[in-house]
């Protein structure tokens, strides 16, 4: 008795109230962070495509100075966790009010999610500090990361491996149907100013 007393306690806790308003999106979150870490890390092969029309390019850049996506899986479950889980604390534990709760948990979920840009283009910037030649990277294949768009209509990302390690970079193509991650792809050219690469469909 005194075990399922002490569950009913804790879902009543989570979930009445206004609870569930944090508790939810907390959930959420921290699981797919979780996925993700078990999964090869935060940037792992675990994809779930946040792709805006016209906008293909949400990932992090090979370049040091390219931008990690704003509305990335991995920015929205840090922002969902690190919102989710401050607002129920100052909610239940802080009796701050349920308005009081809303605003702390937004300056919590932007602060975890600025935190794991920062994180991931650190990460790229150490990625790519060795001397990496992207024109070796012509006539490999590599798996569609982040769906790419028709022809001058935005980029994509590609995963290729490049002297023994998996390495991310924009890419375009040149056809007129979009290329769905998860797509096996191979490099026809690579742009050593911009670093993006040229793919296509493999035959």
Same mark, same amino acid.
């Given at each position: 008795?005194?075990?399922?007393?002490?569950?009913?306690?804790?879902?009543?806790?989570?979930?009445?109230?206004?609870?569930?308003?944090?508790?939810?999106?907390?959930?959420?979150?921290?699981?797919?962070?979780?996925?993700?870490?078990?999964?090869?890390?935060? &940037?792992?092969?675990?994809?779930?495509?946040?792709?805006?029309?016209?906008?293909?390019?949400?990932?992090? &850049?090979?370049?040091?100075?390219?931008?990690?996506?704003?509305?990335?899986?991995?920015?929205?479950?840090?922002?969902?966790?690190?919102?989710?889980?401050?607002?129920?604390?100052?909610?239940?534990?802080?009796?701050?009010?349920?308005?009081?709760?809303?605003?702390?948990?937004?300056?919590?979920?932007?602060?975890?999610?600025?935190?794991?840009?920062?994180?991931?283009?650190?990460?790229?910037?150490?990625?790519?500090?060795?001397?990496?030649?992207?024109?070796?990277?012509?006539?490999?294949?590599?798996?569609?990361?982040?769906?790419?768009?028709?022809?001058?209509?935005?980029?994509?990302?590609?995963?290729?491996?490049? &002297?023994?390690?998996?390495?991310?970079?924009?890419?375009?193509?040149?056809?007129?149907?979009?290329?769905?991650?998860?797509?096996?792809?191979?490099?026809?050219?690579?742009?050593?100013?911009?670093?993006?690469?040229?793919?296509?469909?493999?035959?």
């Amino acid at each position: 008795m005194g075990r399922e007393r002490y569950w009913c306690a804790m879902l009543d806790s989570l979930f009445s109230d206004g609870g569930i308003w944090f508790s939810i999106p907390a959930i959420i979150g921290t699981i797919y962070f979780l996925i993700q870490i078990f999964m090869g890390g935060i &940037g792992g092969d675990l994809d779930i495509d946040v792709d805006l029309e016209g906008a293909g390019d949400v990932g992090l &850049g090979d370049a040091p100075g390219a931008e990690f996506g704003v509305l990335s899986a991995q920015t929205l479950s840090a922002f969902f966790m690190g919102s989710g889980w401050m607002g129920f604390a100052a909610l239940r534990l802080l009796d701050f009010g349920f308005t009081g709760a809303v605003l702390i948990a937004i300056g919590a979920g932007v602060f975890f999610a600025w935190l794991i840009i920062k994180v991931m283009r650190t990460m790229m910037k150490l990625q790519n500090s060795g001397n990496v030649a992207i024109r070796d990277t012509v006539g490999l294949s590599g798996d569609v990361y982040v769906q790419v768009p028709p022809e001058g209509q935005g980029m994509g990302r590609v995963k290729v491996v490049l &002297g023994s390690r998996q390495r991310e970079f924009n890419c375009v193509q040149i056809g007129s149907d979009p290329i769905p991650s998860r797509t096996s792809v191979q490099v026809t050219d690579a742009n050593a100013t911009t670093n993006t690469l040229t793919v296509e469909r493999s035959s």
